[in-house]
């Protein structure tokens, strides 16, 4: 059995709130755009699998 290999930590605005509402909202976008291109998937899909997460 192996040791402890990563620690990773939450700065995705869960833990420390840098970033102001609007560039949180950029960030989003971004998310939901990479993430339906790597997806293959429209981004309205991902958005709203992001909202049933979150909400």
Do not use: C, H, N
Request: net charge negative.
């Amino acid at each position: 059995m192996g040791g402890i290999e990563a620690v990773t930590f939450d700065f995705w605005e869960t833990l420390f709130g840098f970033l102001s509402p609007q560039e949180l909202e950029e960030v989003r976008r971004l998310r939901v755009k990479s993430f339906s291109q790597v997806l293959g998937v429209p981004p309205e899909k991902v958005e709203e699998a992001f909202y049933e997460v979150v909400v």
